[in-house]
């Protein structure tokens, strides 16, 4: 490789909507303009970074193309006095990896509005570990935590627990002090969910209601959707009077098939999260509390470190559902 180049995965189209990926080398000039130069030295894997690594025109609209909607790294060159070369930071959301060249990639430049200086109580992999999912989780509890909902409150249900957001959220709500049941569909995640602190497991099909009716036993003070379409339907119909939702994912498909109910009757909140265009305010605020009290002694636990030669492999896997926790890019590895 010259000075100015470095490695990174680029997703390409072969032809119409036939699309490939290889690990290979852009320099420095492929990059987009922006504020501020960083090189990464840690990224991670999520389900958008997998859409786009597949071809998705509604993640990515323009090919070739290098995901990574998540980094991690050190300041080589800044337009802005608010940042200094050398400086630790991360980035995650906005546009990132979506149709700016991501961090999949050993460089990004980025505007320097995208830019969270990394807190002192975390390190560059830890961030990484929590990422946009950890971001997403935070979001969500934050949400709950707006209209009281505390662990004296009752149960605390997170769909979709096995996976980047809904394991955080375990780990995070358990190590807060409240009582978690996990819905998995991966029987092998029930070890690992128990480990971050969950105090039931339920299996998909043992949970979801596909009946008719709009109210259903009250069982939760709050939960936290990561798969929509039924299982959003079925948590909001079964949670408590006066207790919140948040969701934040549609794995399971965009519908939602609900009445009015769980809402006027029992006075039910549905909150959204939508962590790609959050105000940087609320970034630093969640990302401290990441790095503080919400930080749990399970991090390392719940993740796995991979190299660029193990990416490919690791993407097929977050499509064929088996991602199991969170999975680090070391771009240095």
């Not at 039924?230 to 934040?248: E, W």
Request: hydrophobic residues 40%.
């Amino acid at each position: 490789m010259t000075a100015d180049s470095f490695r990174c995965l680029i997703v390409f189209e072969k032809k119409a909507d036939v699309f490939d990926r290889q690990i290979t080398t852009k320099t420095l000039s492929d990059l987009p303009d922006g504020d501020v130069l960083v090189k990464v030295h840690y990224s991670s894997l999520n389900y958008k970074d997998a859409l786009s690594a597949t071809g998705n025109k509604g993640v990515t609209r323009k090919y070739p193309h290098t995901p990574g909607i998540d980094a991690s790294g050190e300041i080589v060159e800044s337009k802005d006095r608010r940042f200094k070369t050398g400086e630790n930071v991360l980035v995650t959301g906005y546009d990132l990896g979506m149709n700016t060249s991501g961090g999949f990639g050993q460089y990004i430049r980025v505007p320097a509005n995208w830019i969270v200086a990394l807190p002192e109580n975390l390190s560059l992999k830890e961030s990484m570990i929590f990422g946009t999912a950890g971001f997403t989780a935070a979001l969500c509890i934050q949400k709950l935590e707006l209209v009281g909902v505390t662990p004296e409150k009752g149960d605390i249900l997170v769909t979709g627990a096995s996976g980047g957001v809904g394991s955080i959220s375990v780990a995070i709500l358990a190590h807060m002090g409240f009582s978690v049941t996990a819905i998995t569909g991966k029987p092998d995640a029930n070890i690992f969910l128990k480990n971050l602190g969950a105090k039931k497991i339920i299996s998909r099909k043992e949970f979801l209601d596909l009946s008719s009716k709009p109210l259903l036993p009250q069982r939760w003070a709050g939960v936290i959707d990561t798969v929509g379409a039924n299982m959003l339907s079925t948590a909001l119909r079964s949670t408590h009077r006066h207790g919140a939702v948040a969701c934040c994912g549609n794995v399971a498909g965009a519908q939602l098939d609900i009445t009015i109910y769980p809402f006027i009757l029992r006075g039910i909140s549905l909150f959204g999260a939508d962590s790609a265009t959050s105000a940087m305010e609320t970034r630093k605020i969640l990302w401290k509390k990441l790095s503080n009290e919400w930080k749990f002694a399970a991090l390392d636990q719940i993740s796995r470190q991979i190299g660029f030669n193990e990416l490919n492999q690791e993407i097929d896997n977050v499509l064929s559902g088996g991602q199991i926790g969170r999975c680090v890019l070391n771009l240095d590895k």
